[in-house]
């Protein structure tokens, strides 16, 4: 569908789309939930254990000395893929939870929230994107607030700007929610909140994968985000902040690797980025991670955002055709995923039919209790597109819906 985009070439890159799941071509529709990964990114990572596996920062020999370097080398890769201006501002985590949690914690404290203050939140928002800010409501006495959304999932910067304050320390959003695919203008975002003193912090999970991300350009102060849904491992992430901010934070772990110097009375912090690593790093999925980059570049990220935009555009169209199906989030420029219920059944009967037929998408509540409240369901069914997807899983989705449709009927 895209110039010079050879989505066949793509999906063999892919080991797992290869299979059959029950007798049928596996079409998977999952992407935002957890993506797959390319070959490229298993090899690296099975390479890492079977040749140069060995902590990372705490050996002089030759293994250690190897796999550090390696290590840091995917943070220069990460700080380059979102154009952050150090490598220091590059924190490796455990995914985007964590790295939220991080700067609810870390920040909260180096901030001195208090009674009074405010924190702004959307709607929109994924539970790792509300759940860390109630915490800090709860210990801090702070206020909590929601921005919400229209009946298309739009977001509308006149009900931001009546919602923040200049008791507003804090704002906290998705740059694309995981259920409406709706894109929020966060350089926007940014401005309004710089001009009333509040700290941007943007949950990165979806946004990172569907376009190119430049966080200087975005002007913000911290961006999250998960490798698992980058087309690398699990059990990494990494979370982008403004180097003075994390030069006035406090560790959010205590633990080896993080520290300069300890004595029983008192312990002195390591420099950035290691004062926001403790422990044992995921060595091998940071190093997948960067893989994953590698392969990502290799292609192009606006060259997959066309790809997947074209693919957006003929899902809605093919949808649309079915009867008693309804759309939840028709935002104007929203990204590659689609969430819809029918009339007829409900999205785990929707889920666990099409299953039979190769077809995998996600049903629930996607961590997103209080969006599900707004628009009065219990849950939705979620098809999420990626770079590997073609028209014809798109075509097989349908049929498979036209199939429910029939059974309930």
């Not at 902590?55 to 020999?61: A, E, M």
């Not at 709706?182 to 912090?201: S, Y």
């Not at 772990?253 to 993080?258: D, L, N, R, S």
């Not at 409900?346 to 997103?368: K, L, Q, Y």
Request: with cysteine.
């Amino acid at each position: 569908m895209t110039a010079g985009f050879d989505v066949d070439a793509i999906r063999r890159d892919f080991p797992i789309l290869g299979q059959t799941v029950r007798g049928k071509r596996l079409v998977y529709l999952d992407s935002a939930g957890s993506a797959q990964k390319p070959r490229h990114v298993i090899d690296t990572v099975k390479h890492v254990y079977e040749a140069e596996y060995a902590n990372v920062h705490r050996g002089l020999h030759f293994m250690s000395e190897q796999t550090s370097a390696r290590y840091e080398h995917v943070r220069a890769k990460v700080r380059a893929f979102i154009n952050a201006e150090h490598d220091h501002e590059v924190i490796f985590t455990g995914g985007t939870t964590g790295a939220i949690n991080l700067v609810a914690a870390s920040h909260g404290r180096a901030a001195a929230i208090g009674p009074g203050d405010e924190i702004l939140i959307t709607y929109a928002e994924h539970h790792s994107n509300i759940v860390p800010w109630q915490l800090l409501r709860d210990q801090t006495g702070c206020t909590l607030k929601a921005v919400p959304v229209d009946d298309d999932g739009d977001f509308h910067l006149p009900d931001f700007d009546r919602l923040i304050t200049d008791n507003t320390r804090i704002v906290a959003c998705c740059h694309i929610s995981n259920v409406l695919g709706t894109v929020l203008p966060i350089r926007r975002i940014a401005d309004l909140a710089h001009d009333r003193g509040a700290v941007l912090v943007v949950d990165g999970a979806q946004g990172i994968v569907h376009q190119p991300i430049d966080v200087q350009d975005l002007d913000v102060d911290f961006y999250a985000f998960s490798g698992h849904k980058l087309y690398g491992p699990s059990g990494i992430g990494v979370l982008y902040g403004r180097e003075a901010l994390l030069e006035a934070m406090p560790p959010y772990q205590g633990g080896g690797g993080m520290i300069s110097t300890v004595s029983i009375e008192v312990t002195s912090w390591a420099d950035l980025p290691d004062k926001f690593e403790a422990g044992t790093p995921p060595i091998a999925q940071a190093i997948g991670l960067g893989a994953a980059i590698d392969y990502l570049n290799g292609i192009g990220m606006a060259t997959i955002a066309d790809h997947e935009q074209g693919l957006l555009n003929y899902a809605i169209q093919r949808l649309s055709s079915i009867e008693g199906l309804r759309f939840i989030g028709l935002a104007p420029g929203k990204a590659s995923l689609v969430s819809f219920v029918m009339d007829c059944a409900h999205p785990h009967d929707i889920s666990t039919i099409i299953d039979r037929n190769g077809v995998a998408v996600r049903a629930g509540h996607h961590c997103a209790q209080p969006l599900m409240d707004r628009f009065d369901l219990p849950s939705t069914a979620r098809a999420s597109l990626g770079l590997y997807n073609t028209t014809e899983d798109i075509d097989i989705l349908v049929d498979s819906l036209e199939k429910v449709r029939e059974i309930f009927q």
